[in-house]
């Protein structure tokens, strides 16, 4: 039975010139969309089907639960795995804290060292910093320039007490992807657990739970085109068994790792989202790929003193992070107002620090300050990410004038000589 | 964050955008800020000697909108100023003219710093020139 309720289609595009309608959205790593199919797939659960899942005595329960089992069919055929290692939490943050708090919980007796890197998500740098004021050893391993982390690094980090290892798969900033099967497989061959924060990965990339040797792995809904407040943590249960000690107490929901009665229809659209990234991935990526190398190129061919942040090899699809020399990235997005992208600039942020993963390429300070992260999606069209280019040049090129650092460059002033005021 | 009208007016149509020969001797030139700290203010004035009068100013800075708003009005306000009265001129009338946010507090004290540092350099020409003149006799 369907409901009444009309499912937004996605507007067709106006024809104002340029073919587009604005603003124009391109920061797909910070949310997504939801997809219209996912919404349709969730509606019934609103309303008709609104029923506990943990409720096994009547027909409102086992609708619900069914709604629930068949999107953890979904999830797990998606990234390989058993239904049973499914287990629904509020989002990624929560996956990463459950994941990373719970195996240390879990796994004291073992050991009380952690290996990270430096440019993980907050979710988990915050989670092991935690741990650290609880008597945890945590290594944050540096990146290299490309943003990928060395293997001989993790090698030499790992000891005896070693317990977890937790790497992204792919960064949010820079879309710079792990190399998680060889870190997967360091970590097997010394019985040390492996987390992946899969958030941006998942739907966007193969991803292979079995394959690339992963035992613990975050999953996000609204970053694939689902719902927000709802994702998941895959917890491996053979070869090794992996447990984790919940970090919510209550009714024992999800194998008594997560309590708490289940967002069923959140749970049910991150279910359709896993199948629509399964059906349509490998095709989506490539027309992304597409779309982020013709952004790329179009803006590379016009101004000089770009540079890309980041491994251009092992990355999203999706993903660029340019930093746009002598020119300050609030300002840039300013000037590109109707288009919705981030910046790694300090002014961006409440800390007035800039990119903490940038920095960590070794990125100056001043090229960070100029950084711009697009984040091309599903509903991104060609006229968008060309009216998105051409917007782009024109700004920088007006606030290049505006720039005493262009004006000392062009003059043939080496920029890093200049003795600064402010230093 | 949203900006207000005045920031968004300055950064679409920036007052006395451009450069003077910062080696002439009734030009003071002031930059202040780091490229690192995501500011740099090149903040220009041409002094009448005669009556000290700022008559000229230029700018370009590398910041956000609001430390471009901030420069650009700080040219505004020298221009017809003598340049005691432009050393007035305190970066708490620019928040409040551009009604900036707490965290973009600080792009109104480099345009107060660059209003000075312009200043400083021109009073340094000023009395590095005497003693040549003086010889000249």
């Given at each position: 039975m369907s409901t009444d309720v009309k499912v937004p289609q996605p507007e067709t595009q106006s024809a104002n010139g340029k073919g587009v309608k604005l603003p124009i959205y391109m920061d797909n790593h910070a949310t997504t969309p939801m997809d219209p199919r996912v919404l349709e797939e969730m509606l019934p659960y609103f309303m008709e089907k609104f029923g506990n899942a943990a409720s096994r005595n009547?027909?409102?329960?086992?609708?619900?639960?069914?709604?629930?089992?068949?999107?953890?069919?979904?999830?797990?055929?998606?990234?390989?795995?058993n239904t049973k290692e499914i287990i629904f939490?509020?989002?990624?943050?929560?996956?990463?804290?459950?994941?990373?708090?719970?195996?240390?919980?879990?796994?004291?007796?073992?050991?009380?060292?952690?290996?990270?890197?430096?440019?993980?998500?907050?979710?988990?740098?915050?989670?092991?910093?935690?741990?650290?004021?609880?008597?945890?050893?945590?290594?944050?391993?540096?990146?290299?320039k490309d943003g990928l982390i060395d293997l001989d690094d993790l090698k030499r980090a790992m000891d005896d007490k070693t317990i977890l290892v937790t790497i992204m798969a792919a960064n949010n900033e820079i879309g710079v992807l792990q190399p998680i099967t060889e870190?997967?497989?360091?970590?097997?061959?010394?019985?040390?657990?492996?987390h992946t924060d899969a958030t941006q990965a998942i739907g966007k990339i193969p991803f292979e739970v079995i394959k690339n040797n992963i035992d613990l792995a975050s999953i996000s809904a609204h970053k694939m085109y689902?719902?927000?407040?709802?994702?998941?943590?895959?917890?491996?249960?053979?070869?090794?068994?992996?447990q984790v000690s919940a970090i919510i107490d209550g009714g024992g929901h999800e194998r008594g790792m997560r309590s708490g009665t289940l967002n069923v229809p959140g749970i049910v659209g991150l279910g359709k989202a896993c199948a629509i990234a399964q059906e349509d991935l490998p095709q989506e990526s490539c027309r992304l790929a597409g779309l982020r190398n013709r952004l790329r190129d179009r803006i590379m061919g016009k101004l000089d003193e770009v540079y890309i942040n980041g491994s251009m090899e092992h990355r999203l699809p999706g993903n660029i992070n340019i930093s746009f020399a002598y020119?300050?990235?609030?300002?840039?997005?300013?000037?590109?107002?109707?288009?919705?992208?981030?910046?790694?600039?300090?002014?961006?942020?409440?800390?007035?620090?800039?990119?903490?993963?940038?920095?960590?390429?070794?990125?100056?300070?001043?090229l960070a300050h100029s950084s711009i992260r697009f984040g091309i999606g599903r509903f991104n069209t060609e006229a968008e990410v060309d009216y998105v280019a051409d917007k782009v040049i024109d700004t920088v090129e007006r606030l290049r004038e505006l720039s005493p650092l262009y004006e000392m460059a062009k003059e043939g002033i080496n920029l890093k000589d200049v003795k600064w005021a402010g230093e | 964050m949203a900006y207000s009208d005045k920031v968004i007016d300055h950064y679409n149509n920036p007052r006395n955008v451009g450069s003077m020969d910062k080696n002439s001797a009734d030009v003071g030139t002031?930059?202040?800020g780091a490229p690192e700290c995501g500011d740099?203010?090149?903040?220009?004035?041409?002094?009448n000697p005669e009556t000290n009068v700022i008559e000229d100013a230029k700018f370009k800075t590398f910041g956000c909108g609001s430390a471009i708003a901030s420069s650009s009005l700080a040219t505004e306000w020298v221009k017809g100023k003598t340049v005691d009265e432009a050393l007035a001129i305190k970066n708490t009338e620019i928040v409040k003219e551009l009604s900036l946010p707490p965290v973009k507090i600080h792009c109104s004290v480099l345009a107060e710093d660059a209003i000075r540092a312009a200043i400083g350099d021109w009073k340094k020409k000023q009395e590095t020139a005497k003693p040549v003149s003086a010889e000249a006799k």
């Open positions: 009547h027909s409102f329960g086992w609708a619900a639960e069914e709604g629930v089992e068949t999107a953890r069919e979904r999830i797990a055929r998606l990234i390989g795995a939490t509020s989002g990624a943050t929560e996956s990463d804290n459950l994941a990373i708090k719970g195996v240390a919980e879990m796994y004291r007796e073992k050991g009380n060292h952690i290996i990270t890197a430096v440019t993980e998500h907050k979710a988990v740098l915050d989670t092991c910093k935690r741990l650290e004021k609880y008597g945890y050893r945590v290594t944050y391993l540096p990146v290299q870190i997967g497989k360091l970590c097997h061959e010394r019985g040390v657990i492996f689902g719902p927000k407040g709802v994702g998941a943590l895959y917890v491996r249960r053979k070869n090794p068994r992996v020119v300050e990235g609030e300002s840039l997005l300013m000037g590109i107002n109707d288009v919705a992208v981030s910046s790694g600039s300090a002014c961006t942020s409440a800390t007035l620090e800039p990119s903490y993963v940038l920095k960590a390429l070794g990125t100056g300070d001043d | 002031g930059l202040v740099v203010m090149k903040l220009q004035i041409k002094v």
